[in-house]
């Protein structure tokens, strides 16, 4: 599954000491195992061999320009949400015609830049979107390529704020709506109706949710195949990981003691096995703009334990990494693996602690009353399981530099991008008059 495990009692990426990486480049720190990363896409890759399919990696995910290179030379294509996504896939190495361009609120320059570099698809959300990427390819003598994206009303079972697929959510056009929108589609004259498109949410951990969208779409697919020969089909992205009891090999007692045995799992294989006999008789290209599942847990937050605060309420262990750093926790209740980077001794002392960052909300936690080994102040810890949605989510807010990116391959690791600088956090900005 993953790339992080311990070897003589230290945390290893790959072939890297982890501890060596903390010490050489400092911390917070994110670290991304490419063998994680390509393993990952080439088990799914094959679990669909049997369909006509492009897996385009969203890379919202992880935007990281070693870690687009990377997937562009395994073959993948990137869905994009905007034009500096755009811009970054060009920049890795990615080609434009290998990107759908999603998303609810397009400007015109992003529009405009998407029809220059000739995406693959626009995979519109709404009636006044499609009349508007009519307009300005229109304007640019151009025919825009479309998809429309179906909102299937389906319940993803997932938290609220990462469910796409139920009609009171923002994203796409409801169902019973959706063929009159493609008659209206094909009467606009600058665009061409190359495919349709669904995403019903993110951290989909059963199968049943993907099988409904499919179930309730596939009719109206055929229809489009007849009517206007349509030739893809994107389902979306949306395979769940494991986030709890990530650390695989030789987890430790006091370790397996904390986080049990990993709950609910859903494997590619799986994922395949339910999806693909629903596809095949389609005859369509498939896409899939898998996220999380590729890079999840292909990536860690290193962090130094400032100190220990001992309270007759509880015990905080504060680092130097924060909710700027990786939000998921205080945004979702998302739950993180906390391992120290020196594993602790056999009967080594545990307790519940609050693993807390420096910014000042109480809302600034990776960990609350979670049952860790006892660490002290200098020691380094991991939040594993941070390589989708970690650094492309952090900030700077309470003027904290973004951290550091390395990606391990083998028993080489390299530096992706620098930590900031403090004259990067004033860069652009400038008191008047001076
Ligand atoms: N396609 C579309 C249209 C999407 O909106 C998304 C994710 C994906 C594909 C990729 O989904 P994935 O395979 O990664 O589940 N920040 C949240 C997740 C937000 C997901 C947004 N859309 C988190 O940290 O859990």
């Known amino acids: 599954m993953h790339e992080f495990s311990y070897r003589d009692g230290v945390l290893c990426c ?80 990615g080609r434009a015609d290998s990107c759908t361009f999603a998303g609810v609120g397009k400007t015109r320059e992003e529009i405009e830049y998407a ?27 151009k025919k825009a390529p479309v998809a429309l994206r179906v909102n299937p009303d389906v319940d993803a079972q997932t938290h609220k704020y990462i469910s796409t697929g139920k009609s009171h959510n923002k994203f796409g056009i409801g169902i019973d709506r959706i063929l009159g929108v493609y008659a209206q589609a094909a009467k606009l004259p600058h665009l061409q109706i190359r495919g349709i498109q669904t995403h019903i949410g993110s951290q989909i951990l059963e199968t049943t949710p993907f ?44 370790w397996l003691r904390a986080n049990g045995d990993g709950g609910k799992r859903i494997g590619f294989d799986d994922y395949a096995r339910a999806v693909v006999p629903l596809l095949k008789p389609l005859g369509l290209k498939i896409l899939l703009e898998p996220g999380r ?28 990494a924060g909710m700027n750093d990786l939000i998921r926790p205080a945004l979702y209740e ?18 519940p602690v609050d693993v807390v960052g420096p910014v000042c909300e109480s809302g600034d936690f990776f960990a609350q009353d979670r049952e860790l080994p006892e660490v002290q102040a200098g020691e ?25 990116e390395i990606l391990v391959d083998g028993g080489h690791s390299e530096v992706v991008r620098a930590r900031q600088s403090w004259d990067d956090l004033v860069a652009g900005e400038r008191v008047p008059g001076k």
């Open 14 to 93: 790959e072939g890297v000491a982890l501890t060596d990486l903390a010490a050489e480049h400092g911390t917070p720190l994110y670290v991304y195992s490419a063998k994680t990363i390509r393993d990952h896409y080439r088990r799914l890759d094959e679990a669909l061999s049997g369909l006509d399919h492009r897996v385009c990696f969203a890379m919202k995910a992880n935007s990281n320009l070693a870690v687009l290179n990377l997937l562009a030379r395994e073959g993948a294509g990137f869905d994009i949400v905007s034009g500096g996504e755009l811009f970054r896939v060009l920049q890795s190495g």
């Open 115 to 141: 029809l220059k570099e000739g995406v693959y698809s626009f995979n519109v959300e709404s009636e006044p979107e499609l009349e508007f990427i009519n307009e300005v390819a229109g304007a640019l003598g």
């Open 211 to 254: 099988v409904e969208a499919l179930g309730k779409l596939a009719p109206i697919v055929e229809e489009l195949k007849k009517s206007y020969g349509i030739e893809f089909f994107s389902i979306g992205g949306g395979v769940g990981i494991v986030y709890h009891g990530t650390l695989e090999s030789g987890a430790p007692d006091w």
């Open 293 to 320: 599942s590729l890079v999840g847990n292909a990536g860690a937050l290193l962090a130094s334990v400032l100190y220990v605060k001992k309270t007759p309420a509880k015990n905080f262990v504060i680092t130097d």
């Open 334 to 351: 998302g739950h993180h693996e906390i391992v120290p980077l020196q594993e602790p001794p056999a009967g080594a002392p545990h307790g």
């Open 380 to 404: 380094k810890i991991a939040l594993l399981s941070a390589g989708a949605y970690g650094f492309v989510m952090a900030s700077n807010y309470n003027s904290r530099r973004l951290p550091a």
